[in-house]
């Protein structure tokens, strides 16, 4: 069993009562879906989902998606990640989808994450994506890159040019230093244009990481 599929099941006792399940994006969510979906646990609950991707793939299960502008809070809210520090600190953002789901996160009385053992990555230098509107991205890019970063304005498959969020927005990805993470994200939304960032600091979150032995280790 991969490890995607055993830390879903791990998490599962977790999604059975009557809820507001809020889900994130990605790979990982796609196989929480299939596994929630082979146990019943789809049909008849309500979603809050922090893309059109994972809106997609609840609906053609049978699960209803319930509308960001409802204002509805998740109670527990799951998602993945792309790093982790080993000490929690999370890069996030890899779909695209990072505004929504630090809304989700930061809404959600519950917040958990779950991931591969390989994403606990600590690197001195973490490629860390940023929303920005797309009228301003020209001012950020080269205030960025002022500031001595490496800046890349993220492209798409399908389509020429940068890509755009579910938002009506661009992702710029920006290499950060390890230690500058959680200030980086502070500094860089004071920036006119900039939405959000990818980088998670509350560190008010569970994360459960699998590997394909099977081993759950919980951060
Ligand atoms: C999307 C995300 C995802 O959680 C992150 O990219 C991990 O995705 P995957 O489950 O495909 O590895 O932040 O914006």
Do not use: H, W
């Not at 994200?185 to 994360?207: N, R």
Request: overall charge neutral; glycine content about 8%; charged content about 25%.
């Amino acid at each position: 069993m991969d490890a995607k599929e055993l830390v879903s099941r791990y998490i599962l006792d977790k999604l059975k009562e009557p809820q507001i399940i809020g889900l994130g994006t990605g790979r990982t969510v796609k196989k929480l879906i299939e596994v929630m979906n082979n146990e019943n646990l789809i049909k008849g609950k309500l979603f809050i989902a922090s893309s059109i991707d994972t809106e997609l793939e609840i609906s053609s299960k049978g699960g209803t998606v319930l509308s960001l502008f409802s204002g509805i809070k998740p109670t527990i809210y799951i998602d993945s990640f792309d790093y982790v520090t080993s000490d929690k600190i999370m890069i996030k953002g890899g779909g695209a989808a990072l505004l929504r789901e630090k809304m989700l996160y930061y809404f959600s009385p519950i917040k958990i994450f779950i991931g591969e053992e390989q994403k606990m990555k600590d690197s001195s230098i973490y490629p860390v994506p940023v929303e920005v509107v797309p009228v301003g991205v020209s001012y950020v890019v080269s205030l960025l890159k002022e500031r001595g970063y490496e800046v890349m304005v993220r492209e798409s498959n399908g389509k020429i040019g940068p890509i755009i969020s579910d938002n009506g927005n661009i992702i710029i990805d920006v290499m950060v230093r390890r230690e500058s993470l959680c200030n980086f994200d502070k500094e860089v939304k004071i920036i006119p244009s900039v939405v959000e960032t990818g980088v998670f600091c509350g560190k008010d979150y569970e994360i459960y990481l699998a590997n394909e032995n099977g081993r759950i280790t919980a951060l």
